[in-house]
């Protein structure tokens, strides 16, 4: 297995780094919110406590109107049966228990969440709603007239009152049964305590009544543990949101710091290739030249032949280095965005057929056979002529650098379905394996027939054949089956096909002096 880039050991690093500091973030998280639960004596999470007592108090400000008419409309319909001297005080014990309750609830608001003991508040709200409670009770054991339109007014109005109270404390539990059960138990002793109160051998009204209320307080606990759970779960949905917009922000803050970084990266490099473009072409030109004129001994001849191989040597070196520089300074225009398609109308079978001639002398040597096939009648396209000479001169390049000696290449020019035009190049050379095809795809990428092969290469040939066809809107395909060859086809769009216009036909011009 080679050796891993730097780039990639980076890459880890940084990785490993920021799981790292989320696993010790979420670790001060965790004992954070124990530490604050044990302090604030509750199961639930600190802040997610704070926002259902500040719900609780809220709730209480708002419902206030509301609950002064439930209080008016019960002392009303009390003064049909009960005493009103007695009913008087006790609807001004209620007013002055809820204007408590509603005071503590305005300071509780006022405070800072920093300056909240939630314990603490936690039991005033629970002892303000059961001295609430336990006030509402004193109606059911108020003195009255006795019977059953007595018996069924108290009733409904414990069912009114205890619903009522399981609602507003709803989201704090300590104080939902603080409120509620002053009402039942009072409820209960008053139906137990009458004279008439009968169990056995048939259970009297009051004793009904008593085991209705019973139920009854039972049914709004649970209801209001319900509701209770249903905020808090609201509570805990909004603080995920809330931690996702936080995360999503932080990932697109990191997002936009290492684009900026890729960028000055990308200008970096562009500006090194720039500079070092001159300064490697211009002593290549020399090695290539003067390595040219001594190989052809145009100056004269060399005596010693090992001298001559050198000299081959250093010129094929040199043109390989030569062709690495291009290739290398090609892709950087192209993903810089500063390669600019000179766009003309050009016959694409013309294009192929001087491409292969050019490689024909390379081909012979090698003992290849070149196959050439062009549909009739292609119009020309619309595209740059030195952009698809590079390409069909890439895919020949490498079908005849793989090919064995004796096999055939096979460049094929027609239409597409689509109304396109394509080239195809296919070897019979021994084929890419599958898992290996998007090596050969990436940049620098080569497979491991050329690496034992240790064919001359840079691997950027096809990567420069999709970013070029890429950008005349056209498509890159690549099959391949080991030991059957490989076939490269590029396509391009319908759009870049020029239509060919009719024959106009020229009338006939009249003789001068031609009568009308």
Not at 1 to 28: F, H, V, Y
Not at 207 to 228: C, D, E, H, K
Not at 243 to 265: C, F, G, H, M
Not at 436 to 454: C, D, N, T, W, Y
Request: charged share 20%; with cysteine.
């Amino acid at each position: 297995m080679g050796a891993e880039t730097p780039q990639r050991i980076t890459d880890g690093k940084t990785a490993g780094n920021a799981a790292r500091s989320e696993r010790r973030r979420s670790l001060g998280r965790t004992v954070r919110d124990v530490r604050e639960q044990l302090e604030s004596g509750s199961t639930v999470k600190p802040a997610f406590d704070w926002e259902l007592m500040v719900a609780h108090a809220r709730l209480r400000s708002s419902a206030s109107p509301w609950l002064g008419l439930l209080i008016g409309a019960l002392a009303v319909l009390g003064f049909l049966w009960s005493d009103r001297v007695l009913l008087s005080a006790w609807v001004v014990m209620v007013l002055i228990s809820h204007t408590t309750a509603l005071v503590f609830a305005g300071r509780f608001l006022a405070l800072d969440r920093r300056d909240v003991e939630l314990k603490t508040w936690r039991d005033r709200f629970a002892v303000l709603d059961g001295a609430f409670g336990l006030i509402l009770g004193f109606l059911f054991i108020l003195p009255g007239d006795a019977g059953l339109v007595t018996d069924v007014f108290q009733f409904s109005s414990m069912m009114i009152l205890v619903a009522v109270c399981a609602v507003l404390a709803a989201n704090v539990p300590a104080a939902m049964f603080a409120a509620t059960m002053p009402i039942t138990v009072i409820t209960v002793f008053g139906y137990v305590a009458r004279p008439d109160a009968v169990l056995v051998p048939t259970p009297s009204p009051p004793i009904m009544f008593a085991l209705m209320a019973i139920v009854t307080q039972t049914f709004f606990i649970v209801l209001g543990y319900r509701l209770f759970h249903a905020s808090l779960a609201e509570i805990e949905a909004r603080a995920e949101k809330d931690a996702l917009i936080v995360e999503l922000e932080y990932a697109n803050a990191l997002s936009d710091e290492s684009r900026r970084k890729a960028e000055e990266a990308n200008f970096a490099k562009s500006r090194f290739l720039a500079t070092m473009s001159h300064e490697l072409r211009t002593p290549l030109n020399a090695i290539l030249g003067f390595s040219e004129v001594m190989r052809d001994e145009i100056m004269g001849p060399l005596e010693n032949q090992t001298y001559k191989g050198y000299i081959v040597d250093i010129h094929d070196s040199g043109r390989h280095l030569l062709e690495l520089i291009n290739e290398i300074l090609d892709i950087s225009r192209i993903e810089a965005g500063r390669y600019t398609l000179n766009e003309e109308s050009v016959t694409l079978p013309y294009i192929v057929e001087d491409c292969v001639h050019m490689i024909g002398l390379r081909a012979r040597s090698k003992g290849l056979v070149v196959v050439e096939q062009y549909e009739d009648g292609l119009p020309k396209i619309w595209a740059d002529e030195r952009a698809m000479r590079q390409i069909v001169l890439n895919l020949l390049s490498n079908a005849m650098k793989f090919t064995p000696t004796g096999g055939t290449v096979t460049v094929k020019v027609g239409w597409t379905a689509g109304g396109g035009q394509y080239v195809a190049v296919k070897d019979t050379g021994p084929g890419i394996p599958e898992e290996e095809i998007p090596i050969v795809l990436s940049r620098f990428g080569q497979g491991s027939i050329a690496i034992k092969s240790a064919e001359q290469g840079t691997g950027l040939g096809l990567n420069i054949v999709q970013a070029l066809i890429g950008m005349h809107g056209g498509s890159f395909d690549l099959k391949s089956k080991l030991r059957e060859g490989t076939e490269v086809t590029v396509t391009i769009p319908q759009s870049r096909v020029l239509e060919v216009m009719p024959r106009i036909e020229e009338r006939p011009r009249r003789a001068v002096g031609a009568g009308r």
